[in-house]
Antibody, heavy 118, light 110 residues
Framework: EVLLVESGGGLVQPGGSLRLSCAAS????????MNWVRQAPGKGLEWISY????????YHADSVKGRFSISRDNARNLLYLQMNSLRGEDTAVYYC???????????WGQGTLVTVSS | QSALTQPASVSGSPGQAITISCTGT?????????VSWYQQYPGKAPKLMIY???KRPSGVSNRFSGSKSGNTASLTISGLQAEDEADYYC??????????FGAGTKLTVL
């Protein structure tokens, strides 16, 4: 059974940093591209980050470019999202999502809530 | 990276069919047959319902179907059931390993 479990969310002040983790199991993690998708309270889904299976290629949405960084540890089956210079508009539930070969997300974690507030 | 356009809400009675549209541009929906659809209940993670425009994952009811014409993709749910009441999001590949989501549609079963 594929399982994705996010952790690391919480309350952080504006300008602060946080690192999210996503523990993957039930599939060969190193073979698949991974993504982070977020959802602000009462709002829609927003794709924010992509990483290739090897970790060599990353892309970020304009809204987080230069502030967030996606990475992975294939030896430990872990996906990360380093979030710096956090703003109020970054408040959201953050989901990690396993990607298929054709850019659809077949498995999602349960999400972790990040609240940016003073 | 502008969000795809979806109606904010649609509704239908049990047994009826409804269609949710998803309009993008020639840079996303119109360029690739890589539209996916997700169902989301309140407080839950999204669930994949349709991928590559019209394919259903194992376990998804055949009452759900997808199609595309030009820059607009559509999700049709036939034989509407109370359990279909949820939010639905479309998503399209937009090049360079990026995707864009629609703003979401709230489906109400009357």
């Amino acid at each position: 059974e594929v399982l994705l479990v996010e952790s690391g969310g919480g309350l952080v002040q504006p300008g602060g940093s946080l690192r999210l983790s996503c523990a993957a199991s039930g599939f060969t993690f190193s073979r698949y591209e991974m993504n982070w998708v977020r959802q602000a309270p009462g709002k829609g889904l927003e794709w924010i980050s992509y990483i290739s299976s090897s970790g060599a290629t990353m892309y970020h949405a304009d809204s987080v470019k230069g502030r967030f960084s996606i990475s992975r540890d294939n030896a430990r089956n872990l996906l990360y999202l380093q979030m710096n210079s956090l703003r109020g508009e970054d408040t959201a539930v953050y989901y990690c999502a396993k990607a298929s070969d054709n850019y659809y997300f077949d498995y999602w974690g349960q999400g972790t809530l990040v609240t940016v507030s003073s | 990276q502008s969000a795809l356009t979806q109606p904010a809400s649609v509704s239908g009675s049990p047994g009826q069919a409804i269609t949710i549209s998803c309009t993008g541009t020639s840079s996303d929906v119109g360029s690739y047959n890589l539209v996916s659809w997700y169902q989301q209940y309140p407080g839950k993670a999204p669930k994949l319902m349709i991928y590559e425009g019209s394919k259903r994952p194992s376990g998804v009811s055949n009452r759900f179907s997808g199609s595309k014409s030009g820059n607009t993709a559509s999700l049709t749910i036939s034989g509407l059931q109370a359990e279909d009441e949820a939010d639905y999001y479309c998503c399209s590949y937009a090049g360079s390993h990026t995707v864009v989501f629609g703003a979401g549609t709230k489906l109400t079963v009357l």
